[in-house]
């Protein structure tokens, strides 16, 4: 809640003269904490393209889109009105591999014992459009869980978004992790191949195929950082931004996409169109923390999620 400026702003004053929160700094400088760490990527309604490239791990990238608003008609941080959403998630880009947001879809992991289903039926709408490999949230704390929706992609106006849901029986008991097998290797994978921009992503391509002002010659809308290369994709220091790019910790570099240059709400008339065939899937994660509020305090352990994704190796890997 403190990163809401205008909230902030609103509910911090105290009638008694002192502010809720005792602590000096503004919501901007509270958000510094995240926006500034070479750790953490932050997203507040924009996507960023994570690109993974240590040494000794795997060479591949992803789309993230992150929004931390919720649908509530009572006075909260990011918050919006129920059935008022739609411009909010219409932003989501349609190359999204991972929606992670605060509030789940309507109908998926969103029980709650007092108001039962309290999801986002806009949200459920655009996370058709989009369909990425994932759809994270939290917000009801008694919902964890993990569904494996199969989107209705042929007659979606029949009244049903979706073909079929299947259920995760959690396998964590004891000792065990609480895992989610979709790889082949697994004999369940996902039928989700979300991978525009993780085909197109290797540091030997986009040094090939980089166009002015970034993006990728022949693919429109799928932005890319416009001055990284492959002989300077190994020199950045954790921190440094360059290029629009920040690189992190680890090896990982980050390139944020904001929204459309509408603002909230607005959707690159040139973002690829969603493949039927692509895109059957979505597994939707509550990986809420805490456990429900009406029960004494608890808390759940971490939802470990196993997928395959497209990898690329180096020209001197390759050597």
């Not at 001055?227 to 980050?254: C, M, P, Q, Y």
């Amino acid at each position: 809640m403190t990163l809401d400026a205008p909230f902030f702003e609103k509910h911090n004053a105290h009638p008694l003269g002192h502010n809720r929160w005792p602590d000096t700094r503004s919501s901007e400088d509270n958000k510094k904490l995240f926006t500034e760490s070479r750790s953490l990527t932050y997203l507040e309604n924009e996507a960023a393209t994570i690109y993974l490239n240590a040494k000794d791990g795997p060479h591949t990238c992803f789309k993230v889109y992150g929004s931390p608003y919720v649908p509530n008609n009572r006075e909260w941080g990011f918050a919006y009105k129920p059935g008022t959403g739609r411009e909010l998630w219409d932003a989501i880009p349609s190359d999204a591999d991972i929606v992670v947001t605060h509030t789940p879809p309507k109908g998926h992991c969103d029980m709650a014992v007092h108001d039962g289903r309290t999801g986002c039926a806009e949200l459920l709408h655009a996370l058709h459009r989009v369909r990425p490999m994932m759809s994270v949230f939290g917000h009801i704390h008694e919902a964890r869980g993990v569904e494996r929706v199969r989107w209705n992609v042929e007659s979606p106006g029949n009244g049903s978004l979706t073909e079929g849901v299947e259920v995760w029986e959690d396998p964590g008991t004891g000792k065990k992790q609480s895992m989610v097998n979709l790889t082949a290797k697994g004999r369940r994978p996902l039928a989700n191949r979300s991978g525009l921009t993780r085909q197109m992503c290797s540091p030997e391509h986009l040094a090939r195929n980089k166009r002015p002002g970034g993006g990728l010659s022949g693919v429109p809308g799928v932005t890319q950082p416009s001055e990284i290369n492959s002989t300077s994709w190994d020199e950045g220091v954790a921190g440094e931004v360059r290029g629009g790019a920040k690189f992190l910790l680890g090896g990982a570099i980050e390139h944020r996409q904001g929204v459309g240059s509408g603002g909230v709400g607005s959707v690159d008339e040139h973002e690829p169109d969603v493949e039927a065939d692509e895109r059957r899937e979505t597994v939707m994660i509550n990986a809420a923390f805490l456990g429900p509020h009406h029960l004494k305090t608890t808390f759940n352990k971490p939802i470990v999620v196993d997928v395959d994704v497209p990898v690329w190796v180096t020209e001197d890997e390759a050597e």
